[in-house]
């Protein structure tokens, strides 16, 4: 079992720049692949970025994101990071993180088996 819990949201005004964390319970953590999501009011939740496990650290980024988002994991504090800079009105929403058992960073929200109760991100313009 897996606890996952999210912090680093909040307001922010366009252009602006915010680092979100996600601090993970329990020994094994860099055995997981870890994931942001996020979902915007009346929107499916969507992938924003991805990272495998620790023995491979490949990463997946969402099109809308790529140059300004980067996730990263520090294994020795339990911990992934969503690194996000030049935000616009449109990465407003609720931003989710979820762990993979199998460790590959995969896209869809059924492929995660553990999720956190999410943090609010506001982009005001």
């Known amino acids: 079992q897996v606890q996952l819990v999210e912090s680093g949201g909040g307001l922010v005004q366009a252009g602006g720049s915010l680092r979100l964390s996600c601090v993970a319970s329990?020994?094994?953590?860099?055995?997981?692949?870890m994931s942001w999501f996020r979902q915007a009011p009346g929107k499916e939740r969507e992938i924003v970025a991805a990272i495998g496990r620790s023995s491979s650290m490949s990463t997946y980024y969402t099109e809308s994101v790529k140059g300004r988002f980067t996730i990263s994991r520090d294994n020795a504090k339990n911990t992934v990071y969503l690194q996000m800079n030049s935000l616009k009105p449109e990465d407003t929403a609720v931003y989710y993180c979820?762990?993979?058992?199998?460790?590959?960073?995969?896209?869809?929200?059924?492929?995660?088996?553990?999720w956190g109760q999410g943090t609010h991100v506001t982009v005001s313009s």
């Open positions: 329990g020994r094994t953590f860099s055995r997981y692949a």
């Open positions: 979820a762990a993979d058992g199998t460790g590959f960073a995969r896209k869809a929200t059924w492929d995660y088996d553990y």
